[in-house]
């Protein structure tokens, strides 16, 4: 549904992407996560025509992004990171301007709007001014806006970014929602949980690069299934396990104190990366 073929994107003489390959899958839904400055935002402007590679080929759902734009336009939602509805309009108002823009029928726009707005729990917000939400209800509002077209896929990018822990979780079920009915998601985040609890597959870009693509659980297996950490003068290391037995071994002979836990998804981005997301 999304081809990438050796991506690349200058800005002056900063290579902020370097030839990216990607291939994402009809249904999937796949998280591109990086640090701050890796070159997220940046593919995702590509991807829905906001900004041009500098060279490289990529295709939503076969139509090339620049020779066919409209059509691969028509083809995705886009979620930007920051809140850019009209604050001065209700919901509906909001949800209107973007079926007009992409030409829906007035009918099938107001069916459509209402359809959403049940699907993402603020029918009874149908006539609020957008200024009145909540900061979650915002997100919600953005990201049924982008499905008013009924986009094959979704662009989603730092879709939590600054929401506390309860809000994060109720949007991520909704994008698992929006998945479930067949929608093909590309999520960016530096949040590795939400990455690891969403994806099927992810991919870990860092300094424009793509560093490796694979399901979380594959990425993760690489360096076993226990970790544990242990306080060494002012850092953090970490020793990784097969087997519980062996990692209990191991606290058994030394002395400091450690924690036994779970290998997660960040361990994995880590070992690749040599470096903490930010
Ligand atoms: P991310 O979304 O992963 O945080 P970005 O794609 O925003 O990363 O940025 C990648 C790199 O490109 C960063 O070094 C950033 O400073 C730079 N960059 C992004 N947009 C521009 C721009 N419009 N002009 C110049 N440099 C930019």
Known sequence: MIRIERLNKYYKRL??????????????????????????STTIRILTGLTRPSSGKAFLNNFHIEKDRVKAKEQCGFVPQSINLDQELTVFENLNIHGALFHLPRRKRKRRIDELLEYIGLSDRKKTLVKQLSGGMKRRVMISRALVHSPKILFLDEPTVGLDAGIRRRIWALIKKIQQNGTTIFLTTHYIEEAEFLAQRVAFLDEGEIVA?????VLM??????????????ELETVYFSQREDAKQYIAGQEESFTLRRVNLEDAFLSLTGKKPK
């Open 213 to 217: 693509i694979d399901a979380p659980q």
């Open 15 to 40: 290579h902020a992407l370097k030839d990216i390959y990607l291939h994402v899958r009809e249904g999937e839904l796949f998280s591109y996560l990086g640090p701050n400055g890796a070159g997220k």
């Open 221 to 234: 297996s690489k360096l076993g299934s226990w970790a544990i950490d242990k306080i060494m003068e002012d």
